[in-house]
C-alpha cells in the first residue's frame, strides 16, 4: 500500500472516529443481514475439514488431505478440523471449537433451525466429535495432535499436497494432558445433549467417551504441553488444567444431571480457581468465565446450602466479567478500541471479541428468562441493554468500523482478500492438481499482492489493532489470520440477532443501538 493511501486512510479512519464523538448516541441506520452471516459462518467449517469430504462439501475449492494420518501409529486419525491457515491438527483448540458450536446449537437451536441451517450445525460437530471417538482409542489414551507445528509454518502448501511430518502425539497415563481430555470431554459432553433427541445412540456414544475423558483427565494429572512439547509454541496451557476440569465437570452435570459432577465442581471451586479467579477474557486456553457462566445459571432449586452458597460465588465471577466487558466495573474492564471494539490483545484479538458476546448473549437470555437485573459496581444492567452492547460489537465485526471493513470473510462488499491461510491462497486443488511444493508455496503464492483465489467465507479474521487499524496483508498474520474458534460462538449469536430482527423471539431486547455505546 502507498504513502498517499495510507495516509487518506488514516484521515478516513480520524474522521470517521471524530463524527462518533461529536454524535455519540447517533444510532446506526444500517442494518445487517444477520441470516446470511449465520450462513456463512457454518459454511466456514467445511473449508476447514480434513479427511476424506463428503458428497455434499459446499466449499468446492477443497478436496481430500490428511488420509494418511495415524498410519505411522497404526491408529485411524483422518478426519477432523484444521485449527487455522495451517495444517496440523491440534487437538485442544479442536475441541473447544465444538464445545462452542454445541453450546450455541443447545441455547440458540429454534433460532438456527428457524434460519434453515440446524443440519449444517449439527453436520459442523459431528465433524468433530466424530474424529474424537477416533482419537479416543482407549479409556486412558487419547491421540491430541497430528502434524508438527514447526516444520509445517515451513511449507506453504494446500493441505492436498502436505509433505509436512503428519506424526501423531498422544495422552496417556505417563503422558498425561488434562487439559485436551478435559476439553474433549467438554465438547462430547456438549455434544451429547445436542444429539439427544435426534440421534439417541451417537449421543449416548458420546457420553460414554466423554465420561472416560474425565476420569482420565482427572486422575492422570498434568500439563499436555509437558507431554506434547511441539504444542508449547502455538498453544501454551497457560491458565493450566483446572479451569477445564471444572468445566468438563459442569457440562457432564449439565448432559447427565449426576450430582456427582455438579459436587465436583462445588467442592473444587476455590482450590482450582473457579470462585477465586476474576477474568476479563475468555478462549480456548482459559475458560474460567465460561464455566463461571455456566455455573451462574443453573437453578438453585433442589441445592443444599453449601452448593447455593458456592454457585452463588461463581455467579459473582461470572458478573465480574459482564461487568468488565460492558465497561462497569470500578476497574478491570476490558479495553476498547477508540471506534468501540473490545480488546484484549494484539493478536487474534477477535477470538476475545466473539467469546464474549456470545457469554454476554447466554447471559442475558438468563437475565430476560429470570426477570433479573445485572448489579455492576457503577450501574445495574438489564438484559436489554447487555443485548445492545452485543449488537454493537457485531456492527463493528460485520462492518461498522472506522475501516469500513467485514472482518467476516465473504460477508459484505468490503472484507479481508488476503487471508492468511495456505489453501485459500492457492489455486484450488480441485481446478489444478498440479503438485505445489513446501518452498514453491512461499515463492509462487504466499508473497503475492492478489487476492486470494478462493475466498474462505465466514472465516473471521484476527481483526484490527487498538487503534482501529487494519492491513489486508497475506503476511500480516497477527491480523488476517482465522480461527475455527473465533468463528464458532458467533455461530449462535448471529441466529439470535436474526430471529430477533425478524420478530421470531420473545426477547424484547430488540431495540436500536449505537456503535459506539454509552455503557
Given at each position: ?14 474522521f ?25 459462518s ?33 491408529v ?49 460437530i ?130 447427565t ?15 482450582f ?7 476479563t ?6 475458560k ?82 429470570t ?57 484450488p486443488?480441485?481446478?489444478s492438481?498440479?503438485f505445489?511444493?513446501?518452498t ?80
Amino acid at each position: 500500500m502507498g504513502k498517499k493511501s495510507q495516509c487518506r486512510r488514516k484521515l478516513l479512519s480520524h474522521f470517521f472516529l471524530l463524527l462518533l464523538s461529536l454524535f455519540p448516541a447517533l444510532s446506526l441506520s444500517e442494518s445487517f443481514d444477520y441470516e446470511d452471516a449465520l450462513s456463512k459462518s457454518l459454511l466456514y467449517f467445511e473449508a476447514q475439514r480434513s479427511g476424506r469430504l463428503p458428497y455434499n462439501q459446499r466449499v468446492r475449492w477443497r478436496h481430500h488431505s490428511g488420509l494418511t494420518d495415524g498410519l505411522e501409529q497404526g491408529v485411524d486419525l483422518v478426519g477432523g478440523y484444521y485449527d487455522a491457515g495451517d495444517n496440523v491438527k491440534f487437538g485442544l483448540p479442536m475441541a473447544f471449537t465444538i464445545t462452542m458450536l454445541s453450546w450455541g446449537v443447545l441455547e440458540f437451536r429454534d433460532e438456527i433451525a428457524a434460519a434453515g441451517e440446524l443440519r449444517h450445525a449439527l453436520d459442523a460437530i459431528k465433524w468433530g466429535t466424530d474424529y474424537f471417538i477416533k482419537a479416543h482409542t482407549h479409556p486412558h489414551v487419547l491421540w491430541a495432535q497430528v502434524g508438527d507445528g514447526d516444520t509445517d509454518h515451513l511449507c506453504w502448501q494446500r493441505p492436498e499436497d502436505m509433505t509436512t511430518s503428519r506424526r501423531a502425539y498422544k495422552l496417556d497415563e505417563d503422558n498425561p494432558g488434562s487439559e485436551v481430555a478435559a476439553e474433549t470431554a467438554a465438547a462430547m459432553a456438549a455434544a451429547s445433549i445436542v444429539f439427544r433427541r435426534t440421534n439417541p445412540h451417537y449421543s449416548h456414544l458420546l457420553l460414554e467417551h466423554a465420561q472416560q475423558l474425565f476420569e482420565f483427565g482427572d486422575k492422570y494429572r498434568g500439563k499436555y504441553d509437558k507431554s506434547i512439547g511441539g504444542a508449547k509454541g502455538y498453544y501454551t496451557s497457560v491458565s493450566g488444567y483446572m479451569d477445564e476440569l471444572l468445566w468438563a465437570a459442569l457440562w457432564l452435570y449439565k448432559a447427565t444431571d449426576n450430582s456427582n459432577y455438579l459436587n465436583y465442581a462445588i467442592q473444587n471451586a476455590l482450590p482450582f480457581g473457579g470462585i477465586s479467579w476474576a477474568i476479563t477474557e475468555f478462549s480456548w486456553d482459559v475458560k474460567y468465565a465460561g464455566l463461571q457462566i455456566i455455573a451462574s445459571t443453573l437453578p438453585m432449586e433442589g441445592k443444599n446450602n453449601q452448593q447455593q452458597e458456592i454457585l452463588q460465588q461463581y455467579r459473582s465471577k461470572a458478573e465480574h466479567y459482564i461487568c468488565a466487558c460492558l465497561n462497569k466495573n470500578n476497574s478491570t474492564n476490558v479495553q476498547r478500541t477508540p471506534g468501540g471494539l473490545l480488546y484484549t490483545r494484539q493478536w487474534n484479538n477477535m477470538q476475545y471479541v466473539s467469546t464474549a458476546v456470545f457469554l454476554l448473549t447466554v447471559y442475558s437470555e438468563h437475565l430476560h428468562a429470570t426477570n433479573q437485573m445485572l448489579n455492576c459496581p457503577t450501574d445495574s444492567v438489564g438484559s436489554h441493554e447487555i443485548l445492545s452492547f452485543v449488537k454493537s460489537q457485531v456492527a463493528y465485526i460485520l462492518g461498522s468500523n472506522p475501516m469500513g471493513v467485514s472482518y467476516l470473510v465473504g460477508y459484505g462488499p468490503a472484507y479481508p482478500k488476503r487471508v492468511h491461510h495456505r489453501g485459500a491462497s492457492m489455486e484450488p486443488y480441485r481446478e489444478s492438481k498440479v503438485f505445489v511444493g513446501c518452498t514453491q508455496g512461499y515463492d509462487h503464492w504466499h508473497g503475492r499482492q492478489d487476492p486470494n483465489p478462493n475466498v474462505l467465507v465466514g472465516a473471521l479474521v484476527g481483526g484490527p489493532d487498538s487503534k482501529d487499524e487494519f492491513v489486508d496483508r497475506r503476511g500480516n498474520f497477527v491480523q488476517t489470520e482465522a480461527c475455527t474458534y473465533n468463528t464458532a460462538p458467533l455461530v449462535g449469536v448471529f441466529a439470535k440477532l436474526n430471529a430477533l430482527e425478524k420478530g421470531s423471539s420473545n426477547s424484547t431486547a430488540s431495540a436500536g443501538f449505537s456503535l459506539v455505546s454509552s455503557i
